[in-house]
């Protein structure tokens, strides 16, 4: 909790943020800012300011007066995020979409839905479903997190190893820069090369170059058809190999999870043995999903199933009923509550190394795990090589986990990977970044973001180093 509330804003400035919004949409009492000060990442810093606009040209209107007094805005969509993302660890003003959360316009046929910021992913699915249609980003955390955050985090899940992330969902978007401009850039089309690609640039850019407010996303048909598959392996090796045949051949799965021994441990150990069903000698699992048309399922799983068969196969067993595709999930799904009943301290990270790497990640977790005596757990979209690494322990093991941490970081470089596959950077990865991206890349990086936000008001002390 902080210790004291902060400096309020000078009056001036509040003046003109009022004259910015509606009545009841600028916040000042640090009872009702605290509230906004908190994120995911558990780090809590209070906002002097929040605002909560209906429009993008309030949105502007407080940019504009922002950028005239050199304040901070920290954009929120629903806190969802891990990394510190929007929390205002430097003071000023929380601007926050929820009241802009309009579903604008879905476009079947021309396989686009328009939205505001603020709307919930979960919501946009349900209204796409009558459609026939969804957005591909499935992130787990749909029910209660924005489209802007999802588009600001580059957010994904499952889906992503067959439908793509945000970034590949986008046509277009409506924001507002650093210095209260709004710019519309992308197209109402799936084709389009007019001017630089500003669209892809914001995707991903965690508030640090402006605040999204509506965006143009390519929707896609639901599959006529889902089957489900869960493999069971002796060892994470013959699970990985699996894997790389799986992707190795041309019909892609629209979800392949992998947990390793040590997650699999967990549930044999912390979760009730009626609630889950693995035999004795399985060390690894493949949650497998196929869709398609009811013409094609049939193949494509089959093509599936023969790469997923191979040295070490304890199981498979396939699912095509809603009931015995929740049986089968319930193993995957049995973990996270497990994990978070074991350790009070967790650092959850989402790293991603080239599919054919992952074994040689596994094994060199399993290393490190021994060297720095830190329980190590992984799990994650193996489709993708994005992996999220759970380093377990109490308060007092802290110092281990973090310098465990640092060789995690450096193994996945060393394995042509990347810090972060979802989750994104904000404040918890941001010393890191620099042995990812080089010196000149950074300074390229910090010439455009002086030019979406000359001030420096974007959503200080995030994603870059200073
Ligand atoms: C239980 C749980 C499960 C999760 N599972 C996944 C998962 O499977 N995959 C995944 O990718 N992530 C996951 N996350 C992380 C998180 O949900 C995502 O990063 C999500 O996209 C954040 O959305 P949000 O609306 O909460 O954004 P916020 O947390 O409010 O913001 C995230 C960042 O984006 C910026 N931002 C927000 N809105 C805008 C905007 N309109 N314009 C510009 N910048 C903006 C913020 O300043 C901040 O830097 C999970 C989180 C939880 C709690």
Redesign the pocket.
Same mark, same amino acid.
């Given at each position: 909790m902080p210790s004291t509330p902060p400096e309020p804003l000078p009056q001036n400035i509040v003046a003109d943020l009022r004259a910015a919004l509606p009545a009841d949409a600028l916040l000042t009492d640090p009872a009702d800012c605290l509230p906004y000060g908190y994120? %995911?990442s558990r780090r809590v810093a209070c906002p002097q300011a929040v605002a909560l606009p209906t429009t993008t040209e309030q949105v502007a209107a407080v940019v504009k007066a922002c950028h005239t007094h050199q304040v901070p805005v920290?954009?929120? =969509?629903? !806190?969802? %995020?891990?990394?510190g +993302?929007?929390v205002p660890i430097h003071g000023g003003l929380v601007l926050s @979409?929820e009241r802009m959360a309009q579903i604008i316009a879905i476009r079947p046929d021309d396989r686009l839905a328009e939205v505001e !910021? *603020?709307v919930i &992913?979960g919501e946009l699915q349900t209204a796409l479903g009558e459609h026939g249609f969804f957005w591909p980003?499935?992130?787990? $955390?749909?029910g209660?997190? $924005?489209? =802007? *955050? %999802? @588009? !600001?985090? &580059? !957010?994904?899940?499952?889906r992503a190893v067959k439908y793509g992330t945000c970034r590949d969902n986008v046509l277009g978007l409506q924001?507002v820069d650093g210095r209260g401009r709004i710019i519309n850039t992308g197209v109402y089309t799936t084709k389009g090369v007019v001017g630089y690609d500003l669209t892809r640039l914001?995707v991903g $850019?965690? =508030?640090?170059? *402006? #605040? #999204?407010?509506k965006a143009v996303l390519a929707i896609t048909p639901v599959a006529e058809e889902k089957r489900t598959l869960r493999g069971l392996y002796d060892s994470v090796t013959t699970a990985g190999d699996a894997v790389a045949r799986i992707m190795a051949q041309p019909e892609i799965p629209c979800a392949l999870e992998f947990i390793d021994t040590a997650s699999i441990e967990v549930i044999r150990n912390n979760v009730r043995d009626a609630e889950v069903d693995l035999p004795p000698d399985a060390a690894a699992m493949l949650m497998i999903e196929v869709d398609g048309s009811a013409d094609a399922i049939g193949p494509a799983m089959a093509a599936v199933e023969a790469a997923a068969r191979g040295p070490g196969l304890v199981e498979l067993k396939t699912a095509t009923t809603a009931d015995e595709i929740a049986a089968l999930w319930q193993t995957r799904k049995a973990l996270s509550p497990a994990l978070r009943k074991l350790a009070p301290k967790k650092i959850n990270e989402?790293v991603v190394v080239p599919v054919s790497r992952m074994p040689e990640l596994i094994d060199g977790l399993g290393k490190l795990s021994a060297e720095h005596k830190v329980r190590i757990v992984n799990f994650g979209h193996a489709g993708n090589g994005n992996l999220h690494v759970n380093l377990l322990g109490e308060e007092a093991d802290l110092p281990r986990m973090h310098t465990c941490l640092d060789a995690v970081f450096d193994l996945v470089l060393q394995l042509e990977g990347t810090l972060s *596959?979802?989750? =994104?950077v +904000?404040i918890e990865k941001r010393p890191f970044i620099a042995r990812e991206i080089s010196g000149d890349a950074l300074d390229l990086m910090r010439s455009l973001k002086g030019v979406f936000d000359p001030a420096g008001i974007m &959503?200080p002390g995030?994603?870059l180093p200073d």
């Open positions: 994120d %995911n920290v954009t929120r =969509g629903r !806190a969802t %995020n891990t990394v +993302g929007t @979409l !910021a *603020g &992913n980003p499935d992130p787990t $955390s749909a209660y997190s $924005s489209v =802007g *955050g %999802n @588009l !600001a985090c &580059n !957010a994904a899940g499952p924001f914001m $850019s965690e =508030g640090t170059l *402006g #605040i #999204i407010t989402d *596959g979802e989750h =994104g +904000g &959503n995030k994603l």
